[in-house]
């Protein structure tokens, strides 16, 4: 049996005319022998409706399983409206909720994450003629029988989770854009579409601020070794793959040039330097739940220590927060805490940076060559991150983008 998962977001089923549309993408493929599982999100801009709708009502968290009940509803009309249109074309169809397979997970509403997911109901069901499986997206149920969700975006991870569980051939993943490309092409206006990406590369790109692909369904799709397509439902061009690295015969040094416009950094100077400190400032912003990326620690002439960490502006309030009430608890000691909301993240990203030199040293070259200083830099095998004044980010990101020959990939 030939199984193929195909995701297809908000905008891919924005109105009736596009639920038609991805019917007849559908039809291509059970013509071409295939059963399909669909997973579909809500239609484009239903959730934030019913998230308003949720705040006027009085909700007080959003880990809440009513919260939960009411969010997931989007995408089961979604999943019942295709449905509808496929069986309107005499392709056998049916739609499955999340609690229907069922899609198991744990118990935090809102962001939860999938446990099992039981395929046997849909096996059968394709085993007795059933031609394509509509399962809603992003939710799924927890041991006490409410309705979870995966967060936003989860529709994606639902896609990979359900595709791994049934052992489909690959998942194609259907959104507004054309596949996978070297920036954004609202920056860059040449930038290039990538015939195939690594998962290492694209899991980088996710998480540096690349909207294509949710990260936690690109972890997925690399531990179980699920071959994604990006596709554009609104057109018929080749997309990209995202696949295991053996699968690529060439590999780029650098492959992308992702970036997060709205980051913050935080200094706290002439910290006590000695062990466990730096773990008294890290865990009260961890409780606080601040998203940290970059560190940097510098010790000073004194004997004290300076450390820089970022994270994004909508945490920095928080930080400053969870910061100071840990000094006023005496748990640490600093001179000043020096906040900076003005700056952006830019990143080079690519399996070949594993293997050649010279790679940051071009980086901080173009940057320097732009008068762009740098702020602070992280780096990993596949990854140079620096943290720059966000007046500068476009610049920065054409200048590299140019100066690494991504435009003829």
């Known amino acids: 049996m030939k199984i193929l998962t195909m995701k297809f977001g908000g905008t891919s089923v924005a109105d009736i005319d596009r639920i038609r549309a991805v019917r007849d ?33 009085g909700v007080e968290s959003l880990v809440d399983p009513e919260y939960d009940s009411l969010i997931s509803t989007g995408e089961d009309v979604s999943s019942s409206l295709l449905a509808i249109a496929l069986n309107s074309i005499e392709i056998s169809a049916r739609s499955w909720r999340g609690w229907q397979l069922p899609v198991r997970t744990d118990s935090f509403h809102s962001n939860s994450k999938i446990e099992e997911i039981e395929t046997i ?21 927890e041991r006490a029988g409410r309705i979870t969700t995966l967060g936003r975006g989860g529709s994606d991870t639902s896609a990979v989770a359900i595709a791994a569980a049934i052992n489909a051939v690959r998942c194609d993943i259907y959104t507004d854009v054309s596949g996978i490309y070297t920036t954004d092409p609202r920056i860059k206006r040449n930038a290039s579409k990538l015939k195939k990406i690594s998962f290492e590369e694209m899991l980088e790109m996710a998480s540096l601020g690349a909207n294509v692909l949710q990260t936690r369904a690109v972890e997925l799709a690399m531990r179980h070794k699920v071959p994604i397509t990006v596709l554009n439902s609104f057109s018929k061009e080749e997309g990209t793959l995202v696949c295991d690295e053996e699968e690529i015969m060439e590999k780029n040094i650098v492959s992308g040039i992702a970036f997060q416009k709205n980051e913050s950094q935080l200094t706290l100077t002439n910290v006590e330097d000695k062990p466990g400190v730096a773990a008294k400032i890290f865990g009260p912003l961890a409780s606080s739940g601040v998203n940290i990326d970059m560190i940097v620690q510098s010790n000073t002439e004194t004997g004290l220590t300076n450390i820089t960490f970022s994270c994004p502006v909508d945490d920095l309030d928080v930080a400053k927060k969870a910061i100071s009430k840990a000094k006023e608890d005496n748990q640490i000691s600093y001179e000043r805490l020096i906040d900076n909301k003005n700056l952006a993240k830019v990143s080079i990203v690519g399996i070949g940076m594993k293997t050649h030199a010279g790679v940051a040293q071009k980086m901080f070259e173009t940057l320097s060559e732009e008068n762009i200083n740098i702020n602070v830099i992280s780096t990993s095998e596949i990854k140079l991150s620096v943290l720059i004044e966000r007046k500068y980010l476009e610049l920065a990101v054409r200048s590299l983008h140019d100066a690494f020959g991504l435009q003829n990939l």
């Open 25 to 57: 993408i559908i039809s291509d493929e059970v013509k071409d022998g295939w059963n399909v599982v669909a997973v579909v999100s809500a239609m484009s801009k239903e959730t934030n409706k019913l998230i308003d709708l949720a705040k006027q009502a």
């Open 121 to 141: 109901k849909l096996i059968n069901s394709f085993k007795e003629g059933l031609k394509v499986g509509v399962v809603s997206g992003f939710q799924g149920i």
